[in-house]
């Protein structure tokens, strides 16, 4: 499963800022499945427009220093959807292993029989045993998806600060 986000160099942060909230709450609770993002990452931040005589100017360094933030921000919040997307596909896999588990453990209660009750009631514990297992998997792996996420919620809340202290910094100097 992916989740699609698009950027465009005209969103401003706080529009990224919620689209990335937004799907966090979403997939993180909810397992919605659409199509792989298309990225489209600009690579040349921090160049500098040198055409004009008095060299670098202070406005062209703010540009290339916003575009940087904004790609940093971009690929931060493409972290984050790439590990729920881990996440999802293996909650899928652990989803499906619980489902046959519990469609065996169903099938020994349906035993009739005294030879076929006692082999059932084995069977039926170990299955038993087998679903709280996969249980806990499932419960490690979203604890780790958290974790795995808090970090760069962390570093893109700080590149958020950064992008619009430099777009504030840059509307003083015009």
């Not at 790609?71 to 931060?76: A, L, V, W």
């Not at 881990?86 to 005294?114: A, F, R, W």
């Amino acid at each position: 499963m992916m989740i699609k986000m698009n950027f465009t160099d005209k969103e401003s942060t706080e529009e990224i800022k919620r689209k990335l909230h937004s799907l966090l709450r979403y997939n993180y609770f909810s397992n919605r499945k659409e199509e792989e993002p298309e990225h489209s990452y600009n690579t040349n931040y921090g160049a500098v427009d040198v055409s004009n005589e008095s060299g670098a100017s202070i406005d062209n360094i703010l540009k290339g220093d916003l575009e940087a933030l904004l790609d940093k921000i971009k690929n931060t919040s493409s972290s984050v959807t790439s590990r729920i997307n881990i996440h999802n596909y293996i909650n899928d896999k652990q989803d499906y292993s619980s489902l046959k588990v519990g469609n065996e453990i169903l099938q020994c209660d349906n035993l009739v029989g005294t030879f076929y009750a006692k082999l059932s009631d084995k069977k039926r514990s170990m299955l038993a045993s087998e679903l709280l297992a996969l249980e806990k998997q499932k419960l490690d792996e979203k604890v780790k998806c958290w974790q795995d996420i808090m970090k760069p919620m962390e570093y893109f809340t700080d590149i958020v600060h950064k992008y619009k202290q430099a777009e504030q910094d840059k509307k003083l100097i015009e």
